[in-house]
């Protein structure tokens, strides 16, 4: 083993040491007033008993009986530099209190570098300062491993500074000393089960919220899936069932006429296979979020410029169609075209469907901010085969306009006839 190499180990060791175990500490406002407080109270007593410097015996309990001992002489005031010296010390360690949350091995780092230093035959001057500071080191401090030498280097110091000299307690004040701990134990007991039951309630509320979350986003999935799938088959189907009877109407009579009838459900059929596959190359994507590498999968969906398209389709299966567009024709948002195209299609499908016979107008209207669509017919008999859908083709469009922030509006028209009309707000340009 190199010297480089230990030096590496030594340095990987020393970032180990160095970094937090956790977050670090924030206190709050409340919690800063305590620790000023708690500063002063300390600076006051220490301050008071450096200036005073009677460090007389302390009660001393005797079983009854027992000779009382003979009373020492009074002791001697301090001198003027003692008292100074122990002031000075008393206020620096009761003034690095103030921040033993939000700085906690900095203080106690603080306070011992004053114990050590300034040795005085005074031990109370720092002992309990030193005392708050590491047990604020202790239960703040994210530096655990530095925070545990810092103690035991605390531990040591004051040993062999102060030697036997520490302060004691009378047996006045055991049973108080005994008490307090106790009831602060407690309270700090049943705070922390409070704050894990406060907890666990909380935790079943995030997951009761997060399950209602998912059901929701998988019925919202659904019907965008219905809707989607409806908007697909739906035109394309309903030109197939209409082409298929008039073939079986004719093909004994006018054979040519059935045969272009069959041609137009194969085309119609070919169509909704197309559509088809691009809807389900969405929902088949591979594991790692990839398209389909089918060329057909990677069409785009329908936008105005399939429009014609559209309504060729709609005109070879015997629904006379006229398409008006109106404004300055721009592109738009690939959403808003295909909201557009959807209205266009239910609107045609369900007058093939229910209106046989009429007449169809297709007017779109490119406005400044807006986009209007408007599909009217004049009026017919329903297909006999066909089934009503229920509305759900409407339902869907109201939904897929929403998204976009359009409206839709159905209803018969006074003059005979069903109007669909759908608006769409598009940025001005």
């Given at each position: 083993m190199t010297w480089l190499s230990i030096a590496q180990r030594l340095r990987g060791w020393a970032t180990l040491v160095a970094r937090p175990s956790g977050p670090p500490p924030r206190p709050t406002r409340r919690n800063l007033f305590f620790d000023a407080g708690l500063a002063l109270a300390v600076a006051v007593a220490a301050v008071w008993y450096a200036l005073d410097g009677s460090d007389g015996p302390l009660l001393v309990v005797q079983d009854v009986g027992m000779p009382e001992p003979p009373a020492p002489p009074p002791p001697e005031g301090p001198d003027s530099d003692t008292r100074i010296q122990?002031?000075?010390?008393?206020?620096?360690?009761?003034?690095?209190?103030?921040?033993?949350?939000?700085?906690?091995?900095?203080?106690?780092?603080?306070?011992?570098?004053?114990?050590?230093?300034?040795?005085?035959?005074?031990?109370?001057?720092?002992?309990?300062?030193?005392?708050?500071?590491?047990?604020?080191?202790?239960?703040?401090?994210?530096?655990?491993?530095?925070?545990?030498?810092?103690?035991?280097?605390?531990?040591?110091?004051?040993?062999?500074?102060?030697?036997?000299?520490?302060?004691?307690?009378?047996?006045?004040?055991?049973?108080?000393?005994?008490?307090?701990?106790?009831?602060?134990?407690?309270?700090?007991l049943r705070r922390w089960k409070l704050r894990v039951e406060q907890g666990r309630v909380r935790m079943a509320e995030l997951e009761r919220e997060q399950a209602a979350a998912v059901r929701r986003a998988a019925e919202d999935e659904r019907s965008r899936l219905a809707r989607e799938l409806h908007d697909v088959v739906t035109h394309n189907v309903s030109v197939m069932v209409i082409q298929a009877g008039a073939a079986r109407t004719v093909m004994a009579t006018?054979?040519?006429?059935?045969?272009?009838?069959?041609?137009?459900?194969?085309?119609?059929?070919?169509?909704?296979?197309?559509?088809?596959?691009?809807?389900?190359?969405?929902?088949?994507?591979?594991?790692?979020?990839?398209?389909?590498?089918?060329?057909?999968?990677?069409?785009?969906?329908?936008?105005?410029?399939?429009?014609?398209?559209?309504?060729?389709?709609?005109?070879?299966?015997?629904?006379?169609?006229?398409?008006?567009?109106?404004g300055r024709v721009r592109p738009l948002p690939p959403g808003i075209e295909l909201a557009a195209y959807r209205v266009v299609q239910e609107a045609l499908t369900n007058t093939m469907t229910h209106a046989q016979g009429s007449a169809a107008t297709v007017t779109l209207d490119y406005g400044d901010d807006r986009l209007r669509v408007d599909v009217a017919d004049t009026g017919g008999t329903p297909v006999t085969p066909a089934k009503s859908g229920g509305g759900r083709g409407l339902t869907g469009l109201g939904d897929r306009l929403a998204v976009h922030g359009g409206t839709l509006v159905t209803g018969r028209r006074l003059t005979g006839g069903y109007r669909v009309q759908a608006e769409l707000p598009v940025e001005a340009s």
């Amino acid at each position: 083993m190199t010297w480089l190499s230990i030096a590496q180990r030594l340095r990987g060791w020393a970032t180990l040491v160095a970094r937090p175990s956790g977050p670090p500490p924030r206190p709050t406002r409340r919690n800063l007033f305590f620790d000023a407080g708690l500063a002063l109270a300390v600076a006051v007593a220490a301050v008071w008993y450096a200036l005073d410097g009677s460090d007389g015996p302390l009660l001393v309990v005797q079983d009854v009986g027992m000779p009382e001992p003979p009373a020492p002489p009074p002791p001697e005031g301090p001198d003027s530099d003692t008292r100074i010296q122990g002031t000075i010390t008393a206020l620096a360690c009761s003034a690095a209190l103030v921040l033993r949350r939000r700085f906690p091995l900095t203080v106690l780092c603080v306070v011992l570098a004053v114990t050590t230093i300034v040795v005085s035959d005074e031990p109370r001057l720092t002992f309990y300062a030193l005392v708050i500071a590491a047990y604020s080191a202790a239960a703040y401090s994210p530096y655990r491993v530095p925070t545990i030498a810092a103690i035991g280097a605390t531990t040591v110091a004051v040993t062999i500074a102060h030697d036997s000299a520490l302060p004691v307690v009378s047996a006045d004040y055991v049973p108080l000393l005994v008490l307090v701990p106790i009831a602060v134990a407690a309270d700090g007991l049943r705070r922390w089960k409070l704050r894990v039951e406060q907890g666990r309630v909380r935790m079943a509320e995030l997951e009761r919220e997060q399950a209602a979350a998912v059901r929701r986003a998988a019925e919202d999935e659904r019907s965008r899936l219905a809707r989607e799938l409806h908007d697909v088959v739906t035109h394309n189907v309903s030109v197939m069932v209409i082409q298929a009877g008039a073939a079986r109407t004719v093909m004994a009579t006018a054979p040519e006429q059935a045969n272009e009838a069959l041609l137009a459900v194969e085309a119609g059929g070919r169509a909704a296979m197309a559509d088809l596959r691009q809807v389900m190359g969405l929902l088949s994507r591979d594991d790692d979020g990839s398209e389909p590498g089918d060329p057909d999968d990677l069409a785009p969906q329908p936008g105005l410029d399939r429009l014609n398209s559209l309504v060729d389709r709609v005109r070879a299966a015997g629904l006379p169609v006229e398409l008006t567009v109106t404004g300055r024709v721009r592109p738009l948002p690939p959403g808003i075209e295909l909201a557009a195209y959807r209205v266009v299609q239910e609107a045609l499908t369900n007058t093939m469907t229910h209106a046989q016979g009429s007449a169809a107008t297709v007017t779109l209207d490119y406005g400044d901010d807006r986009l209007r669509v408007d599909v009217a017919d004049t009026g017919g008999t329903p297909v006999t085969p066909a089934k009503s859908g229920g509305g759900r083709g409407l339902t869907g469009l109201g939904d897929r306009l929403a998204v976009h922030g359009g409206t839709l509006v159905t209803g018969r028209r006074l003059t005979g006839g069903y109007r669909v009309q759908a608006e769409l707000p598009v940025e001005a340009s």
